[in-house]
């Protein structure tokens, strides 16, 4: 016999993704969904900004990777409670996953960083609940990804422009790459950053401070 | 995978209301940027044994391609674009590929035997 189901996964998709924000918006998290290309640095980025922003705010991590552990063994060196999502397979994380994740993380933090797959377009296209959308671009990428994916940057509240201490050894200057980012990503703050000398994170890391309190004006638990 | 997760429960939900005891073929929707269909079947394999009627059960999926289509003039495109080439408007909006629908069973029920024809597709 044959039975109909019919059934709308990605409908449940969308609400699991809205009870994700909501329990943010209960704990008084301020959630990053944090995307790049395969090597764009984004490991290396919450590696410099954790020990700036952990000690004050109490971060916590959920890193996603279609195989392997190493960059959640990364982040737990640093001290800061991690969980490692592995797809299997899959190019992004899907909310249901991120949903699983917060159950394995201890409470009273007050910023959560969502570490994507390494991929530009389908992250960009499946929303997990996350309140705030960083894009980390290397200038090794070369200057023309911004155009080759439109969403990824278009949708990014933040773009981080990485291993910037590497622009001496390319034939490009960083004005190439804010030029490309004025045009694709408009409404994003733009922030020039190497992980490896510290340049630019001080800058970074006030615009995630500046993000908790847009969110929330109010310390947590008072409301 | 969470994904599998869904589909298992909605299996398992209404192969329990139709009285289905063995369920042949589970027949899925999937975008192409929704999930990899091969790490579905992965999943499926390692997971469908939990349900004992679903142990034996092939995951059948139908892919739908991705495409992007410009609001303005409406054309297509197969991967994501800054502007549309036809008519310059920018960043045509992903009209397909995000499906993600479980779509029928095929079973074995124990009133009737197998017989998966008969009803409306």
Redesign the interface.
């Known amino acids: 016999?044959?039975?109909?189901?019919?059934?709308?996964?990605?409908a449940?998709?969308e609400r699991v993704a809205e009870a994700n924000r909501n329990r943010f918006r209960q704990h008084g998290v301020l959630a990053i969904n944090l995307m790049g290309s395969p090597g764009a640095g984004k490991t290396a980025l919450l590696e410099a900004t954790l020990p700036r922003l952990h000690p004050r705010y109490g971060c916590t991590v959920v890193e996603g990777d279609i195989a392997t552990t190493r960059d959640g063994e990364r982040i737990a060196a640093l001290g800061v409670p991690v969980v490692q999502l592995n797809?299997?397979?899959?190019?992004h994380l899907?909310p249901?996953?991120v949903a699983?994740a917060l159950e394995e993380l201890p409470g009273g933090g007050r910023l959560l960083f969502v570490e994507n797959v390494g991929n530009l377009?389908?992250p960009a296209?499946?929303d997990i609940g996350t309140d705030r959308t960083v894009v980390v671009f290397s200038v090794t990428e070369g200057p023309d990804k911004?155009?080759?994916?439109?969403?990824a940057f278009?949708r990014a509240d933040a773009v981080v422009l990485s291993k910037v201490d590497l622009l001496p050894h390319l034939d490009l200057r960083r004005e190439d790459f804010l030029d490309v980012l004025g045009r694709?990503a408009p409404a994003a703050a733009v922030f020039p950053v190497s992980a490896r000398t510290g340049e630019g994170v001080d800058a970074w890391c006030a615009w995630i401070e500046a993000q908790v309190t847009n969110q929330y004006s109010h310390p947590p638990g008072e409301g | 995978m969470a994904l599998v997760e869904e589909i298992l429960t909605a299996c398992r939900q209404a192969a329990t209301s139709h009285g289905v005891t063995k369920v042949t073929a589970v027949h899925i929707t999937v975008g192409e940027m929704a999930a990899c269909a091969d790490a579905l079947r992965f999943a499926w394999v390692a997971c469908r044994g939990r349900f004992p009627p679903l142990e034996e059960a092939a995951l059948d999926i139908r892919t739908v391609p991705a495409t992007w289509v410009c609001a303005r003039c409406g054309a297509e495109y197969r991967e994501p674009v800054g502007r549309c080439q036809a008519c310059g408007a920018a960043l045509p909006r992903l009209q397909s590929g995000l499906e993600l629908r479980v779509d029928y069973l095929e079973g074995d029920d124990d009133r009737h035997g197998r017989a998966s024809a008969g009803l409306p597709a």
């Open positions: 016999m044959k039975v109909i189901l019919a059934r709308d996964l990605q449940a998709s797809t299997g397979g899959a190019c899907d249901a996953m699983r377009v389908c296209e499946v911004p155009e080759k994916y439109p969403l278009s694709c």
